[in-house]
T-cell receptor, first 108, second 114 residues
Framework: GQQLNQSPQSMFIQEGEDVSMNCTSS?????WLWYKQEPGEGPVLLIA?????ELTSNGRLTAQFGITRKDSFLNISASIPSDVGIYFC????????FGTGTSLTVIP | DTGVSQDPRHKITKRGQNVTFRCDPI?????LYWYRQTLGQGPEFLTY????????KSRLLSDRFSAERPKGSFSTLEIQRTEQGDSAMYLC????????????FGPGTRLTVT
């Protein structure tokens, strides 16, 4: 199946700092999505991207669909403690393929 | 609550037993998906339905797994003769057929096979 690589695998940051994470694939995707998952819960959709080069924001979150269609980026500005969780990218090509996740810890 | 619901939230079973999970999607959503998630990994696609028709199955869905959506509303996922390797979180998601990228997930069923 398709392999999506997320980096970094984990991040420990101070409250108020900005966060950047990315997702890369060896294959082209038509749609990229970013989800956040908290312990014991299902993933929650944050942002959906539909066109190469697209830049979309949702509050303090900004995501970009890479020009090559093989990557995507997520930025979180001015992090707060409730941003803690695991962030997954997902690419759509016939079906959804999920990355391995970036675990974010925000230190107050 | 109009979100996706799953039942049970947790299931502990002995190896060799059969288990069945239920998913109730968002009411107006006609697509329903099942995923499996193991610790430290992202969800892996298992199968999906459009209304009552099962349109795609992953190779991960061995012949011990079966899913149904008899009336195009709720769905069940059954695992027969469970194995320890089946221990995982089983997630259900739903979407409109016109917006397949906007999948909304339920809280999952955590299966532990002892």
């Amino acid at each position: 199946g398709q392999q999506l690589n997320q980096s970094p695998q984990s991040m420990f940051i101070q409250e108020g700092e900005d966060v950047s994470m990315n997702c890369t694939s060896s294959s082209i995707f038509n749609t990229w999505l970013w989800y956040k998952q908290e312990p014991g819960e299902g993933p929650v959709l944050l942002i959906a991207l539909y066109k190469a080069g697209e830049l979309t924001s949702n509050g303090r979150l900004t995501a970009q669909f890479g020009i090559t269609r093989k990557d995507s980026f997520l930025n979180i500005s001015a992090s707060i403690p409730s941003d803690v969780g695991i962030y997954f990218c997902a690419g759509l090509f016939n079906q959804f393929y999920f990355g391995t996740g970036t675990s974010l810890t925000v230190i107050p | 609550d109009t979100g996706v619901s799953q039942d049970p939230r947790h299931k502990i079973t002995k190896r060799g037993q059969n288990v069945t999970f239920r998913c109730d999607p968002i009411s107006e959503h006609n697509r329903l998906y099942w995923y499996r998630q193991t610790l430290g990994q992202g969800p892996e696609f298992l199968t999906y339905f459009q209304n009552e028709a099962q349109l795609e199955k992953s190779r991960l869905l061995s012949d011990r797994f079966s899913a149904e959506r008899p009336k195009g509303s709720f769905s069940t996922l059954e695992i027969q003769r469970t194995e320890q390797g089946d221990s995982a979180m089983y997630l259900c998601a739903s979407s409109l057929a016109t917006a397949t990228y906007e999948q909304y997930f339920g809280p999952g069923t955590r299966l532990t096979v002892t």
